[in-house]
């Protein structure tokens, strides 16, 4: 492959052979003519027989050739050397050693794939070195202004009041690709379209960059990270991700990007403090008066000042449990907007607050009867979710609950807010549902709490141990099929039709359950405890 073409991160091989130093050696290109569009990195004079050893790639080597040797062999293997080794050039000063190259040295650079030029006048290499390489830095020098020009136009369009997505605009103006801002993780934020000639949609282009992303990024695209000033997994608060769609990406689009991503930076902080410092306050609003704080004739007044006007009705409270590996640093702040916005559409007044360090978000609706709450419920709980999908938060195995308490007034939403929370907690681990009434969990909060108590262990080994013991060391286990039984009430065919069975064979797993446990199925006591034992087994 052609080292770097014409990326624009030094001059060509043609161009620095049209500079004065080298035209006055009156250079003629004896092999690799087709590839005088490399990049010159650097420039580079030697005359050991080990030079590629000191190269790194990109040089343009001027030599007298004193280093390549006598032998064919030795030229042939000095010459296939620099060519893996990816020099941009090799240039031969004819003079004393060579008259003319031998054909050794053409035929095996034409083989490789590498220019050859040999100089028929003496020339100062000093004089070229320093001739090349001022221009290289002058090129680097326009690179960093172009680059330097983007960063600046970036910077007004935020201070006009323009956002995100003008500056994602202005970079992909400018590279004639999409841009599109991604999450640490890898979730979409924005797409900004590039040039017009790109025919397809750019969340189009993004889902095909989908599945080629799991080995790093494209082999024509780049990824800059949008630092997050944090420790750790804090350091990355987004990524630019640059793609080669209808035009090659140049080093000079990196750098535009690079100093973009400074600016992205600064937004999104602020942006997110001040979202994430307002959800905080509501929750900690929240959070006091549901643990009593805040008493329920002041909570009226502070619920307005934080945007709340509930009118005479009953207020619900509602809390959204989140997976426990979200953690205080996740990204509270999409999910609060995501969720308000969410909300929105549900049509009833509403104060949403996140609590990090619990992983809850917990908020009052303003009910115009108690008649709407299961109604409103549902919509809450589809927004709910909905918000946390959108926020790309959801975890797969591990939906949130979402709890819905007593209505009432706001003495019995701060009762109804701490119990919510606490039901929340309890409910972790149960069958998923859209939501959960917390009147009908409180079996289930009472055993959650005696979690850690010895006593509800051994209750549980009393009723269920040798079931449990069965299921370890035997198939089919017959835990399940009791699960089933009790949650049909005892209904032997609803039971059988849900677990894909046939009567005799669900008759004969239950008279086998009741055998290992030494017990009735159809004593209403055993059923009993066998109920609170299986919901107990949950919470341990």
Not at 260 to 279: H, I, K, N
Not at 292 to 305: D, T, Y
Not at 316 to 331: E, I, Y
Not at 480 to 503: D, M, Q, S
Request: hydrophobic share 45%.
């Amino acid at each position: 492959m052609d080292n770097q073409g014409a990326s624009g991160a030094g001059i060509t091989v043609q161009r620095a052979l049209e500079l004065p130093g080298l035209r006055s050696g009156l250079p003629e290109v004896v092999a690799g003519a087709d590839r005088l569009g490399r990049t010159v990195r650097w420039v580079h004079a030697g005359e050991v027989p080990n030079i590629a050893s000191l190269l790194k790639g990109g040089e343009l080597l001027l030599t007298t050739g004193l280093g390549l040797g006598t032998r064919p062999a030795e030229q042939r293997a000095f010459v296939r050397r620099l060519a893996e080794r990816g020099i941009a050039a090799l240039v031969v000063e004819l003079g004393p050693r060579f008259t003319r190259l031998p054909a050794t040295i053409v035929e095996t650079a034409r083989a490789a794939g590498l220019p050859l030029v040999q100089l028929h006048r003496e020339v100062p290499f000093v004089a070229v070195t320093e001739e090349v390489h001022t221009e290289i830095v002058n090129g680097h020098y326009a690179l960093l202004q172009r680059a330097e020009e983007v960063h600046r136009r970036c910077t007004e369009a935020l201070l006009g009041g323009g956002g995100i997505p003008q500056v994602l605009r202005i970079l992909a103006d400018f590279t004639g690709n999409p841009v599109f801002l991604e999450t640490p993780d890898g979730q979409l934020l924005y797409a900004a379209g590039g040039s017009e000639e790109v025919g397809a949609d750019p969340l189009q282009i993004w889902e095909g960059l989908r599945g080629q992303r799991e080995d790093g990024p494209p082999a024509n695209g780049a990824l800059i990270d949008v630092p997050g000033g944090g420790p750790g997994s804090a350091s990355v608060r987004a990524r630019l991700v640059l793609l080669g769609v209808s035009a090659p990406l140049l080093p000079v689009h990196r750098m535009a990007a690079e100093r973009t991503a400074g600016v992205l930076a600064v937004v999104l902080m602020q942006a997110r403090q001040e979202e994430e410092l307002a959800a905080r306050g509501r929750g900690d609003f929240l959070t006091d008066l549901a643990e009593g704080r805040i008493s329920a004739e002041a909570a009226p007044a502070q619920a307005r000042v934080l945007g709340f006007k509930p009118g005479a009705g009953p207020l619900l409270p509602v809390v959204m449990r989140l997976s426990s590996d979200l953690g205080p640093s996740g990204n509270w702040a999409v999910l609060a907007r995501a969720v308000a916005e969410e909300l929105s559409a549900v049509g009833v007044p509403a104060l949403l607050g996140v609590r990090p360090i619990e992983g809850r978000v917990p908020l009052l609706l303003a009910l115009r009867s108690d008649t709407e709450r299961t109604a409103v419920a549902d919509r809450v709980a589809a927004a709910l979710r909905a918000g946390v999908e959108r926020a790309g938060l959801d975890r797969a195995g591990a939906p949130p609950v979402v709890v819905v308490g007593v209505a009432g007034g706001w003495a019995a939403a701060s009762s109804g807010l701490r119990h919510a929370a606490e039901t929340a907690a309890a409910a972790q681990g149960l069958p998923d549902r859209p939501w959960h009434d917390a009147r009908r969990l409180d079996i289930d909060l009472l055993l959650w709490r005696l979690r850690g108590h010895p006593d509800l262990a051994a209750f549980v080994d009393r009723a269920i141990g040798a079931l449990q013991a069965h299921d370890t060391t035997s198939r089919p286990p017959l835990l399940p099929t009791l699960e089933t039984y009790l949650a049909h009430a005892g209904r032997k065919a609803e039971t059988a039709r849900e677990l894909h069975l046939n009567r005799q064979t669900l008759y004969n797993r239950l008279a086998r359950i009741s055998e290992l446990l030494g017990t009735d199925l159809d004593d209403p006591e055993t059923v009993l405890s066998l109920s609170l034992a299986l919901r107990a087994r949950r919470h341990l």
